[in-house]
């Protein structure tokens, strides 16, 4: 197997003759490729990446083999990419209960009750434990447990993961509103319009099996919150259990929270909180996620959400009069705390921050369309691979595809003073984090990459007024086109 990939390797670099290749290509040609270059120098043998070999000094003289088994994507742009098999638990419905992707148990036969847990408690003894302290597992007086065969099936060859449409069956409420909201919300989570935007399709199956923890498990199933086999709601209620996936670049809502008086009073004093407790009592000093975003039970967490910003990567005045419902809204939700003038001025505070953290990304942009326009960019969109529908372009700019990588320096510096900074800054203040807004995550660090973007626009005008003095015409290298890891980008492929 892997032979036959190093093979498929070979003949694709050779297939692509671009400027500035290096490796499989020469070896065809009979000299040494890179890896086995690397071999010679540290004394080891040059190998596939999946055979066991340990090698050394970062795996220099290892080839990379694909992964054996993929998973057709799906959506519009499915036939494009694939997925490793753990898409199957995390997209039940479409995989693991679809007989085309089910998996084959060992152990056939019809069962119910009784006759899973005997012989899960052998097999599994953690999960039969945390379902026997669930109120499935001890259901109220009078009431019936939901046994392991409610939601997996009794036939044991083709057992079932179930989906929000197996709970829902009878939690039909909470379905609901998990279910509902447009875009930005749960429901629409892993859509595959948002996904395959967001540089799903043009990365490697390896790369985007990652997206799917967050982006699945919150769109396509229920214990995201109330995680299995427990199902608590006293889990659900504390911030942790959003804080695995709204956390980090992009979604720094846990960090801000918990530098907050709410996140500090909370990590202080929560061990003496009665989570059995609806959020909605008086039992809480402090409100957690779910108390602001989810109250009175509402699984729909956009409901008190103004606009839709693409995470705040949009620029919208959340205090603009044609919101004054649910900035009222808000306010109520503070007041049960916090004065109402009190509330109002914080929120107004968000609003003025976001306005202005929106002046350094328009005055970064000027500076970088500037230079698109007058061809300085290095490299420039046509130098670089194609993007994953197999054009050039400038990943800003709306016919651009956004993306993290296959892009020149300063297109990355400026998406992330929008999509990394501008984002928190609006995430911090709306969350009352004290600390970052101004040093941590932010203002600072946006005016660092105004700086930087300024510093690497100054370096681009002069590299080229020299050049242009010395009658020198650059054209770009082909690493920025073509490389290992390049050369799988799916803009090659479309080609
Ligand atoms: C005779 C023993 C036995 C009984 C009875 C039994 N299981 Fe299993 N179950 C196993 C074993 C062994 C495995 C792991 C091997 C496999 O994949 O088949 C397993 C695997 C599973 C898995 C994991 C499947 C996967 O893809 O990893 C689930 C879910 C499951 N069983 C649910 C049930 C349910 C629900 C029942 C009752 C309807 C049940 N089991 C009854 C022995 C049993
Ligand atoms: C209320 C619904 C529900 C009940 C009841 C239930 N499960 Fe599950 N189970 C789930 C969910 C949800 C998953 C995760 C599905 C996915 O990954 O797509 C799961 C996954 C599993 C898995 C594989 C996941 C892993 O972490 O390895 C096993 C094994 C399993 N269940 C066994 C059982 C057994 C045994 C029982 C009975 C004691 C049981 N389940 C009862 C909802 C349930
Ligand atoms: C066959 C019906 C049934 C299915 C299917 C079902 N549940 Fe339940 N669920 C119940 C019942 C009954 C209770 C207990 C309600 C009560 O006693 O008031 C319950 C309680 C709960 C609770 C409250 C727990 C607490 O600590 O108070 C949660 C959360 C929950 N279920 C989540 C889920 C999830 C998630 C799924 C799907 C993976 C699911 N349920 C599937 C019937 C079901
Ligand atoms: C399994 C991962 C996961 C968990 C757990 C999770 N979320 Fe989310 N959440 C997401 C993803 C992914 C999105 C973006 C969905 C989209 O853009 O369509 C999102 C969107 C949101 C939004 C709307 C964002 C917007 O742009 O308008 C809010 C509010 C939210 N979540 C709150 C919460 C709260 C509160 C909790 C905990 C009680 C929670 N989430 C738990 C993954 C998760
Ligand atoms: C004191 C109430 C409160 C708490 C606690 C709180 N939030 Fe928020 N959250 C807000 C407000 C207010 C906004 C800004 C709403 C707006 O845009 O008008 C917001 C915005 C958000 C957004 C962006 C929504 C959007 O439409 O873009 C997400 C996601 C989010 N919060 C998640 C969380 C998570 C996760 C936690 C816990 C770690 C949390 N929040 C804790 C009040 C709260
Ligand atoms: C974003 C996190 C999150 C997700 C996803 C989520 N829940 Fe919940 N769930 C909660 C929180 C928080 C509570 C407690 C609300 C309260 O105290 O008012 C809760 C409460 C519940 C309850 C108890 C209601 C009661 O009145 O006691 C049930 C049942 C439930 N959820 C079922 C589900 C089902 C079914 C799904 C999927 C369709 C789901 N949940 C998805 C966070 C979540
Ligand atoms: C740690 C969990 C996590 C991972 C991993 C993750 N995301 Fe997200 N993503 C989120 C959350 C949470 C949001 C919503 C944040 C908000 O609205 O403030 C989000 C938002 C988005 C958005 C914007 C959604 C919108 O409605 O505007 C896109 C697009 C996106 N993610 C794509 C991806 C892709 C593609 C990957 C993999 C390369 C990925 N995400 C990996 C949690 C995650
Ligand atoms: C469940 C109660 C509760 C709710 C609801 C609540 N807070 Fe707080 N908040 C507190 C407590 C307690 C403190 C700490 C007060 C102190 O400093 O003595 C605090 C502190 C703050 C602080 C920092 C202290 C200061 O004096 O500047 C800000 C800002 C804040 N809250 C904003 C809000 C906003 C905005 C909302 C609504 C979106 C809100 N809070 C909702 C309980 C709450």
């Given at each position: 197997?892997?032979?036959?990939?190093?093979?498929?390797?070979?003949?694709?670099?050779?297939?692509?003759?671009?400027?500035?290749?290096?490796?499989?290509?020469?070896?065809?040609?009979?000299?040494?490729?890179?890896?086995?270059?690397?071999?010679?120098?540290?004394?080891?043998?040059?190998g596939p990446d999946d055979s066991g070999d340990v090698y050394h000094g970062g795996g220099l003289s290892a080839y990379y083999t694909a992964p054996d088994k993929l998973f057709p994507g799906k959506g519009r742009y499915g036939q494009l990419f694939q997925f490793l098999p753990m898409v199957r638990w995390y997209d039940p419905d479409h995989y693991y209960n679809n007989p085309a992707f089910r998996p084959v148990s060992n152990v056939p036969g019809q069962y119910t009750g009784h006759e899973c847990i005997v012989c899960h408690t052998v097999e599994n003894p953690q999960v039969v434990a945390q379902w026997r302290r669930s109120r499935h597992g001890r259901p109220g007086e009078g009431k019936e447990a939901v046994g392991c065969e409610k939601c997996h099936g009794t036939d044991h060859e083709r057992l079932l993961m179930p989906s929000y449409n197996t709970c829902g069956e009878c939690h039909p409420q909470q379905l609901i509103g998990h279910r509902d909201g447009d875009r930005g919300s749960h429901a629409h989570a892993y859509h595959l319009d948002l996904v395959e935007d967001g540089c799903y399709v043009e990365k490697p199956a390896e790369e985007v099996s990652a997206c799917l923890t967050c982006h699945a498990i919150a769109e396509n199933r229920c214990d995201g919150c109330h995680t299995r086999h427990e199902f608590s709601v006293k889990e659900a209620r504390r911030p942790t259990s959003c804080g695995v996936c709204h956390s980090g670049p992009e979604q720094y809502e846990y960090e801000m929270y918990m530098q907050s008086y709410h996140g500090m009073i909370y990590q202080g004093e929560a061990h003496e909180w009665d989570f059995s407790q609806p959020l909605a009592n008086k039992n809480y000093k402090a409100p957690t996620c779910a108390y602001c975003h989810m109250q009175q039970g509402e699984h729909n967490v956009r409901r008190a959400s103004p606009a839709y910003t693409f995470m705040g990567t949009s620029l919208v005045d959340r205090g603009a009069p044609r919101y004054k419902e649910i900035r009222e809204w808000w306010v109520k939700t503070c007041q049960g705390c916090?004065?109402?003038?009190?509330?109002?001025?914080?929120?107004?505070?968000?609003?003025?921050?976001?306005?202005?953290?929106?002046?350094?990304?328009?005055?970064?942009?000027?500076?970088?369309?500037?230079?698109?326009?007058?061809?300085?960019?290095?490299?420039?969109?046509?130098?670089?691979?194609?993007?994953?529908?197999?054009?050039?372009?400038?990943?800003?700019?709306?016919?651009?595809?956004?993306?993290?990588?296959?892009?020149?320096?300063?297109?990355?510096?400026?998406?992330?003073?929008?999509?990394?900074?501008?984002?928190?800054?609006?995430?911090?203040?709306?969350?009352?984090?004290?600390?970052?807004?101004?040093?941590?995550?932010?203002?600072?660090?946006?005016?660092?990459?105004?700086i930087k973007i300024k510093a690497e626009a100054s370096r681009l005008r002069r590299f080229s007024d020299i050049e242009k003095r010395l009658g020198i015409t650059h054209e770009a290298y082909g690493f920025w086109s073509h490389g290992e890891y390049t050369d799988m980008l799916l803009g090659w492929r479309r080609k």
């Open positions: 197997m892997p032979r036959v990939f190093l093979l498929a390797g070979c003949l694709l670099v050779f297939l692509w003759s671009g400027a500035g290749q290096v490796g499989a290509q020469q070896h065809l040609q009979g000299k040494r490729s890179f890896q086995e270059e690397m071999a010679a120098l540290r004394g080891e043998k040059a916090h004065s109402s003038r009190f509330a109002r001025d914080q929120l107004e505070a968000m609003d003025e921050a976001v306005k202005l953290s929106f002046t350094k990304y328009r005055e970064a942009m000027a500076i970088v369309v500037d230079l698109l326009n007058e061809g300085l960019l290095d490299p420039m969109p046509q130098d670089l691979a194609p993007d994953w529908r197999g054009h050039h372009t400038f990943s800003l700019l709306p016919d651009g595809h956004a993306r993290k990588y296959n892009v020149s320096e300063i297109e990355r510096l400026t998406y992330e003073l929008l999509v990394d900074i501008t984002d928190a800054i609006y995430k911090a203040k709306a969350h009352g984090a004290v600390y970052s807004p101004i040093y941590g995550y932010w203002e600072w660090a946006q005016d660092r990459w105004l």
